[in-house]
């Protein structure tokens, strides 16, 4: 198997940040649009080398990053994002959807997460949200391909029992779908609402310490 880069291949790293379960926050997960596509951006151009070799199979400049989120088709495909106290992506999931072949439809997923927010479960649970968002697409099969080594990736491979194959130091991943059912359907809605209202949250508090960050000069003064 030749080394190939698709669309929506996207690593992440194993390093984890010692954390206790009690200052765990748990990660909400967003469906993005064409409006967060500069955060997108702040957060591809965040991964070092080593995360961007997993992400491209090569060290990429940042013009080739900034050209992959400039066509991103938020039409076409998913993508989801979860985001930290500042707004800032920590974590980006891709689903695209590959052309049908009859009865069957494939979408690909990539993740890529953050080396500061590594180990609190955000790649889990970005695919646990693009397995339910392809159930209720009429996906019958989740796809991801990754380098091998991307022990993470294949950690989250073999948990939800994805079949997976080896070849010349990738890896291919393959998940058969059940069909969507009204549980399917109500756990998405729920997750999203969930998440639309914590990011409200998490920018209504941004906002306000802008503003008392603004009154700090004129307080200091007096």
Same mark, same amino acid.
């Given at each position: 198997?030749?080394?190939?880069?698709?669309?929506?291949?996207?690593?992440?790293?194993?390093?984890?940040?010692?954390?206790?379960?009690?200052?765990?926050?748990?990660?909400?997960?967003?469906?993005?649009?064409? /409006?967060?596509?500069? #955060?997108?951006?702040? *957060?591809?151009?965040?991964?070092? +080398?080593?995360?961007?070799?997993?992400?491209?199979?090569? /060290?990429?400049?940042?013009?080739? $990053?900034?050209?992959?989120? #400039?066509? $991103?088709?938020? %039409? #076409?495909?998913?993508?989801?994002?979860?985001?930290?106290? =500042?707004?800032?992506?920590?974590?980006?999931?891709?689903?695209?959807?590959?052309?049908?072949?009859?009865? =069957?439809?494939?979408?690909?997923?990539?993740?890529?997460?953050?080396?500061?927010?590594?180990?609190?479960?955000?790649?889990? %649970?970005?695919?646990?949200?693009?397995?339910?968002?392809?159930?209720?697409? *009429?996906?019958?099969?989740?796809?991801?391909?990754?380098?091998?080594?991307?022990?993470?990736?294949? *950690? /989250?491979?073999?948990?939800?029992?994805? %079949?997976?194959?080896?070849?010349?130091?990738?890896?291919?991943?393959?998940?058969?779908?059940?069909?969507?059912?009204?549980?399917?359907? $109500?756990?998405?809605?729920?997750?999203?609402?969930?998440?639309?209202?914590?990011?409200?949250? %998490?920018?209504?508090?941004?906002? +306000?310490? =802008? $503003?008392?960050?603004?009154?700090?000069?004129?307080?200091?003064?007096?």
């Amino acid at each position: 198997m030749t080394q190939t880069t698709t669309r929506a291949n996207q690593p992440i790293a194993t390093s984890a940040r010692p954390l206790s379960i009690a200052a765990r926050a748990p990660a909400l997960v967003r469906e993005l649009n064409v /409006i967060d596509r500069e #955060r997108l951006l702040a *957060h591809f151009l965040a991964l070092d +080398a080593d995360d961007r070799l997993l992400r491209f199979g090569q /060290i990429v400049p940042d013009h080739v $990053i900034e050209n992959y989120v #400039r066509t $991103i088709d938020f %039409k #076409r495909d998913t993508v989801f994002g979860v985001f930290d106290a =500042k707004l800032q992506l920590t974590g980006v999931g891709h689903l695209a959807y590959l052309p049908a072949e009859g009865d =069957k439809r494939t979408a690909e997923f990539g993740v890529s997460v953050l080396e500061s927010a590594r180990g609190e479960g955000i790649g889990t %649970k970005l695919f646990e949200r693009a397995a339910i968002r392809s159930r209720n697409t *009429h996906v019958t099969m989740l796809y991801m391909h990754c380098l091998s080594r991307n022990s993470t990736m294949m *950690h /989250i491979a073999r948990k939800s029992g994805m %079949k997976i194959e080896y070849a010349y130091g990738e890896a291919d991943a393959y998940l058969t779908l059940k069909p969507a059912d009204q549980s399917s359907i $109500i756990a998405e809605m729920l997750q999203e609402q969930a998440a639309v209202f914590d990011y409200a949250l %998490k920018r209504q508090a941004r906002n +306000a310490s =802008k $503003i008392f960050e603004s009154f700090m000069p004129a307080a200091e003064a007096a």
